[in-house]
């Protein structure tokens, strides 16, 4: 590029950063972003992303919080993209109280939590036996497809639903209208050995239409 006489953008550094970054080679990373700085060229938020996760892909948590502070202190707003690798890589590492923190943070600068935000939360306190906690923090989740997707990430990392998380699910999908994704997932629920509790059957009988024949089934 310097040859034929084109200039190295952000964009360029980045994606070289990208690169040393996935072959483990921070050195390098650092080195270009260093070089960049040099050229006058200001990192952007991918610049930060990239390397915090390598920090923390490395387990380097400390130096990862201290480029968060450098962040903030060079004028960096912080995206959703930045919170979840802070989140996802202090969940698992097993600190929570940092992961919450992060978490409150996020939202208090108006930052929209996302699916990974929530399974990364759910899994460390799942690791933590904080049950209800986790079953609490499910229930929080508005958009049923993003709850559903959460509940299937949640079941890859070992946290096993329970009566609290299917009757969420169960009002949730109730509430949209779809009776019949909430009676499979009674179904599912049963066969788990999870038994039913009124308020499961509260969602059921106001969100399925006709409620003579789902009680029919029933019996």
């Given at each position: 590029m310097k040859e034929i006489g084109l200039l190295p953008n952000a964009v360029t550094y980045n994606t070289l950063i990208d690169g040393y970054c996935n072959k483990?080679?921070?050195?390098?990373?650092?080195?270009f972003r260093d070089e960049m700085v040099g050229r006058g060229i200001m990192p952007t938020v991918s610049?930060?992303?990239?390397?915090?996760?390598?920090?923390?892909?490395?387990?380097r948590f400390d130096e990862a919080g201290d480029l968060f502070k450098d962040m903030g202190e060079k004028g960096m707003v912080p995206d959703s993209i930045t919170y979840n690798i802070l989140i996802?890589?202090?969940?698992?590492?097993?600190?929570?109280?940092k992961a919450f923190s992060?978490?409150?943070?996020?939202?208090?600068?108006?930052?929209?939590?996302?699916?990974?935000?929530y399974t990364s939360l759910i899994y460390v306190l799942s690791k933590q036996n904080r049950m209800k906690e986790a079953d609490e923090l499910f229930e929080t989740r508005?958009?049923?497809?993003?709850?559903?997707?959460?509940?299937e990430e949640m079941e890859t990392i070992g946290?096993?639903?329970t009566r609290l998380t299917y009757n969420a699910l169960i009002q949730g999908l109730c509430k949209n209208q779809e009776g019949d994704h909430a009676e499979q997932l009674l179904k599912e629920m049963v066969s788990k050995g999870i038994t039913p509790d009124d308020s499961t059957y509260l969602s059921l009988i106001e969100g399925i239409s006709n409620v003579e024949e789902f009680l029919g089934r029933r019996n």
């Open positions: 483990g080679n921070l050195e390098k990373a650092f080195g610049t930060f992303n990239l390397l915090i996760h390598a920090l923390f892909m490395e387990g996802n890589g202090y969940c698992r590492c097993g600190d929570a109280d992060l978490h409150n943070q996020m939202v208090s600068k108006g930052v929209q939590p996302t699916r990974v935000t508005g958009d049923m497809k993003d709850a559903l997707k959460v509940r946290f096993n639903p």
